[in-house]
């Protein structure tokens, strides 16, 4: 490491203003933080200071998406090989999900990277670390088989249009990643939509077995059909994006955010409290056994990407509520308009994506009115204490 160290220090003032490559600062910038820590620190003033720093926060989230990432190469693999009826063993259902999952992950990466750095070298800014985690988040919520292109221009949009028109990291008003699943699912639905698209191979028919169908646990509970066993649910052996499948990979995942404090609690919890309650009060009101709305509580918050919403996108600390009682408000909204669309949304089996982007929306003004009610409550208390 010291010698990368000292190369990196060597070819630095090529880099930096005056060299001869300083039209590259933001790159070789971007690529020195990547590798090291940065060496900006506050040398006066009053600061609070700790170890934790943007850079530490995003790979801490990173490595809690560690498991959805090994499970969701893994399921790729499997359910292919259900779909063919072939008899690979674990290790090649792996490396088959690896080798589609991998190309999703570099594009990702390169394309919005790549307009990061010009954003940033632009502006004469540094490259943040923001999109370190978006470009991981936006393959795994994606269907395995989406055209690369398709990504490519999806990541385009989410980094202009959701990012660098506000101003880049920590500016947004809505979360990237769902930025990029949205402009898929409104621009070209066929390809994040259906029951083929789920599972590699499907839509080229490549040596499919009769009766295989590659439909998910909500297109099915939508159309009245039999679901998935719970546990099956669950652990995640079904059709679905990527990343989204295993309730259980995602939960443990949650569970390094909330030991080391990157993520709110309050806000997951309240997520998974609003959908349950939401789904019970919709048991009450079902007219029937056969309705979508008389589906156990239980079934809904390990479908599709309930969980993975509620943990990985509800909780970024940029779009969502920052305000301590805010964040039981919106975390219980989304979880609650999530139900709500699912059941009663006839076109989209899904809710988790156009909830958390509405509450994006309201977050500011949610903490607005908390913010308001905090001063009145206090001006009336100095009020009375005269």
Known sequence: MKAIRNLLDNIKPTFSNGGKLSFLHSAFDAFESFLYVPNTVTRKGVHVRDSIDLKRSMMFVIIALVPTIIFGMWNAGYQHNLS???TLDLWGMFWFGFLKVLPLII??????LGIEIA????????????????????????????????????????VIVGKEVFGGTGMNIWNPALLARAFVFFAYPSKISG?????????????????????TALANAKAGTAIP?????????????VGETSTLAILIGAALLLYTGIASWKIMFSTFAGGFLVALLLNALSPGPDSYMSMPAWNHMVMGGFAFGAVFMATDPVTGSQTERG????????????IIIRVFNPGYPEGMMLSILLLNTFAPLIDHYIVEANIKRRLKRAVNNK
Do not use: C
Not at 107 to 112: A, C, D, L, R
Not at 121 to 138: A, P, Y
Not at 195 to 214: C, N, P, Q, R, Y
């Open 119 to 158: 954003a940033a070298q632009i502006r004469g800014h540094e490259v943040n670390e923001g999109f370190f985690v978006s470009g991981i988040l936006i393959p795994l919520i994606m269907p395995v088989d989406v055209p690369l292109w398709i990504l490519a221009l999806a990541v385009a949009f989410a």
């Open 327 to 338: 964040k039981w408000i919106y975390g219980f909204l989304i979880g609650a308009m999530a």
């Open 195 to 215: 029951d083929t698209v789920w599972i590699a191979g499907l839509t080229k028919g490549e040596g499919i077995i009769d009766g295989f169908s590659g439909a």
């Open 229 to 241: 066993s719970f546990s099956d649910m669950f652990f995640g052996f079904e059709p679905g994006s």
């Open 84 to 86: 063919v009826g072939g």
């Open 107 to 112: 594009v990702s990466y390169v394309v919005g």
